[in-house]
């Protein structure tokens, strides 16, 4: 078995420029940061309590067990075809009601910022589970340079289209009307533990995992965590979501992590916490707002959670 040596660089020396500049070197470049490498303190950070229990998932797990539809159905799919996808250089266009909108390189978005550790439950409306140790950067911090001007309301995000590289978009069978859309009302989108990740286990983010930056929103279900992001577009009206719109009945706008609220068809009120096998589900009960009610209930006070599931 190999054992690793701790990184050569502290993650938070990672800078998230550094992310897109230099992708190639970074991503063979460092060894995996081990639980006791990750920083300490951050709001719901509580370890091991049952449920609570932020024992991070193999990085293995992490990276080879995906939804990224774009790639294909199969949770082996991304891993099997993202490295197709060429991420650099890329490109975000910033529009709708901002002071400063125009089409920026992704490193000038994120440059300045340092990449912080943020270990985050994330759980998927298919009721498994994982904990991931992100890199990332406040989103607020990065929507606040486009200068939101005071009448928007609802941040709505866009994956990449790009049919030569993701495959399934070509797909004649797929039912996804492309390129996957995703919206945050204004206050989620700037609340303090929603943020845009550059990578994972101390490293730039594999592209099966929304290279070269995604959505992380952990109290939400996980399709909420939009990946690959080429598009923010700050609106007064509630923007579509790519489920939604599938499946209106099944899967709403706000999708809370919500264990009294079940799916159509299933319940909602445990999750297989990865790695979870036939004769070790690793079942739990799941949490309401994934373990995160503390800190966001508050957004929703006053709204009936059953009706805005
Ligand atoms: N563009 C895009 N983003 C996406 C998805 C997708 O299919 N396409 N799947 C979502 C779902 S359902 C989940 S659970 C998470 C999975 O993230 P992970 O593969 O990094 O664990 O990504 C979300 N973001
Ligand atoms: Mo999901």
């Known amino acids: 078995m190999l054992i690793r040596k701790p990184p050569d660089i502290p993650s938070y020396e990672i800078t998230p420029e550094s992310v897109f500049l230099s992708r190639r070197r970074f991503t063979s470049g460092i060894a995996a940061v081990g639980v006791g490498g990750l920083s300490g303190s951050w709001p719901g950070m509580v370890r091991a309590r049952a449920t609570n229990d932020l024992t991070l998932t193999p990085e293995e797990i992490i990276t080879s ?5 774009e790639f294909g159905t199969g949770k082996g799919d ?6 197709e996808l060429t991420t650099a250089p890329w490109q975000v266009k910033v529009s709708g009601a901002v002071g400063k909108p125009g089409t920026y390189a992704g490193e000038a978005l994120i440059k300045g910022f340092s990449a912080e550790e943020r270990v985050y439950r994330l759980r998927c409306v298919e ?6 140790p992100w890199l990332g950067i406040p989103l607020r911090a990065i929507l606040d340079r486009f200068e939101p001007l005071g009448k928007a309301k609802y941040v709505e995000f866009k994956t990449l289209l790009r049919p030569s590289e993701m495959r399934a978009q070509g797909s004649f069978f797929s039912s996804i009307d492309w390129p996957y859309v995703e919206g945050l009302r204004l206050d989620e989108a700037n609340h303090p533990l929603t ?7 101390g490293k730039p983010l594999p592209n099966q995992n929304g290279a070269p930056w995604r959505l992380v929103v952990p109290w939400k279900y996980g399709f909420k965590s939009i990946k690959s ?6 609106t007064e009206r509630k923007p579509k ?3 939604n719109l599938l499946q209106p009945r099944e899967y709403g706008f706000y999708a809370n992590v919500n264990p009294s ?3 159509p068809r299933w319940s909602q009120a445990s999750e297989r916490r990865l790695p979870s096998t036939l004769f070790h589900p690793n079942r739990i009960p799941t949490l309401p707002f994934n373990g995160y009610a503390e800190q966001v209930a508050g957004l929703y006070a006053g709204m009936d959670l059953r009706r805005h599931f």
């Not at 991304?78 to 490295?83: I, Q, S, V």
């Not at 009721?127 to 991931?132: D, G, T």
């Not at 943020?195 to 286990?201: D, F, K, P």
């Open 78 to 83: 991304p891993k099997e075809y993202a490295h």
């Open 195 to 201: 943020i845009m990740a550059v990578g994972l286990y």
């Open 65 to 69: 067990y995906n939804n990224y539809y």
């Open 261 to 263: 609220v079940d799916h």
């Open 229 to 234: 992001i080429v598009s923010i577009r700050l």
């Open 127 to 132: 009721a498994w589970s994982m904990v991931v």
């Open 241 to 243: 979501n790519t489920w």
